[in-house]
């Protein structure tokens, strides 16, 4: 967890291996779901073309993302609700589909840092437009897409201490109440 930060310099023209690509989609595969339902599909976007398309898929009028086109592949994260579990979670305004997803995507992101490869989540896109450019059937979400790839040399994994960037525990952490912050257990 200590290697893993958003890179968004990559070596271009440098492939991935497949074997550990395997390593990277076996670690989705075996993510925890709810009920076990493993409501996934990953698309792997490698082809130039439509990476430039996918970098296009910002909100009308920005180009933030870019920077895609530079990484080996695009993983597109989507996700079926289950026909009774996921809708009937959805009732009670719970989308327990999505967050099986981001599981998986976590795991893969996790084991390509340990695996020397970058990685960015990216979530400012138009699904509309995704779903159109890959052509997903209605029904699925277009969740969140990952780019990765090898960072470029000044944006190696290495083990960082990222904690002076980051928020301290008592700030983020409540006790029994959200306005009880800190871990006061009493």
């Known amino acids: 967890m200590k290697k893993r930060k958003s890179v968004r310099n990559y070596k271009r ?23 076990n339902t493993q409501p996934w599909h990953i698309v792997l976007v490698r082809d130039e073309k439509i990476k430039e398309e996918l970098s296009k898929c910002a909100l009308k009028g920005t180009r933030i993302n870019k920077w895609m086109v530079e990484a080996d592949l695009v993983a597109v994260l989507c996700g079926k609700p289950h026909p009774f579990l996921h809708r009937g979670a959805k009732l009670l305004d719970r989308d327990c589909h999505k967050l099986d997803v981001a599981i998986a995507g976590e795991h893969m992101v996790l084991t390509a840092a340990e695996l020397g490869i970058g990685s960015c989540w990216i979530g400012w896109f138009s699904e509309k437009k995704v779903r159109k450019l890959l052509k997903i059937p209605s029904g699925v979400s277009v969740i969140a897409m990952i780019t990765f790839g090898y960072p470029e040399e000044y944006d ?18 409540s006790t029994n109440f959200y306005e009880n912050k800190g871990m006061k257990f009493e």
């Open 13 to 35: 023209g440098v492939k991935i291996e497949e074997e550990k690509l395997l390593k990277i989609l076996d670690s989705a595969r075996i993510a925890p779901s709810s009920c």
């Open 156 to 173: 190696l994994m290495e083990e960082r201490d990222f904690s002076m960037f980051r928020k301290e525990v008592e700030e983020i952490v």
